[in-house]
């Protein structure tokens, strides 16, 4: 995607997210709303990195958009937004805000939303949370990803083998199916791109760089495992960054 399009793209993710401001800030937004709010600053957060811009202003957009989350699960409650839909978790983690994700964690809601998410997707999700924030014993996690693989009914998720490594710490495990699950994103994109149902905002950010990606690479390494330099879609570049102030109001500081 060329640069000038993409600067169009963060610019006008901002933009809204002023618009959007005081309607998350009250709590008039609903969960479409806020979803959407988080997904700008993720989107303004990657476009400024492949405009040149330095990590850190990306990692802070990753930042804004947690916090904005945790605000809002806050206010909420946890029944108002499928654990499987937390994509701003991820982007909590990808931020190194680990505090954050651990109010997200919290708050979420801990039940599988029968018919409307698919279980798998859920306890992907839940996993992460359990394993990294809320204390799960590995015989826990071990259970969790036993109802993960009964509910794939013998299908195959690349996800699965992941959380099973993360579990079992195994860094060559881990990195083999991060590539494997990265590699599987880039097809799955491609598709649904060629058939029309991305838009170019979402292809030109996130179609190349996998926010989930850099938080499981995250999450493996404050673990201690061993992770590659790069990956398909998560650059070295997007793992650096100097300090950042965590702050649960950071997510305002673009309009105050």
Request: aromatic share 10%.
């Amino acid at each position: 995607m060329a640069s000038q399009y993409l600067s169009v793209f963060v610019r006008n993710a901002l933009e809204e997210n002023e618009e959007l401001l005081q309607d998350v800030l009250t709590g008039r937004a609903d969960t479409e709303t806020l979803l959407t709010f988080c997904e700008n600053f993720r989107r303004a957060g990657i476009g400024a990195l492949f405009l040149g811009s330095a990590p850190k202003l990306f990692r802070q957009m990753l930042h804004y958009s947690g916090r904005a989350y945790a605000h809002f699960l806050g206010r909420a409650g946890p029944r108002t937004v499928l654990t499987s839909k937390a994509n701003p978790f991820f982007d909590a983690v990808g931020a190194g805000d680990f505090d954050a994700a651990a109010l997200i964690a919290h708050t979420s809601r801990r039940d599988w939303g029968q018919g409307e998410e698919y279980e798998e997707d859920f306890l992907f999700v839940e996993f992460l949370m359990q394993r990294f924030f809320l204390g799960a014993t590995p015989q826990a996690g071990a259970a969790l990803l036993e109802r993960y693989e009964a509910s794939l009914q013998g299908a195959e998720d690349c996800r699965l083998p992941m959380c099973h490594a993360l579990l079992t710490r195994d860094s060559q495990a881990f990195n083999s199916t991060l590539t494997t699950f990265l590699s599987e994103r880039d097809e799955w994109l491609t598709q649904l791109s060629d058939g029309g149902a991305v838009s170019d905002e979402s292809a030109a950010t996130e179609g190349n760089l996998c926010v989930p990606g850099l938080a499981l690479v995250k999450l493996a390494e404050r673990d201690g495992l061993e992770t590659e330099q790069d990956y398909l879609h998560v650059p070295s570049t997007a793992r650096k960054g100097g300090l950042i102030a965590f702050a649960p109001d950071a997510w305002r500081a673009l309009w105050d």
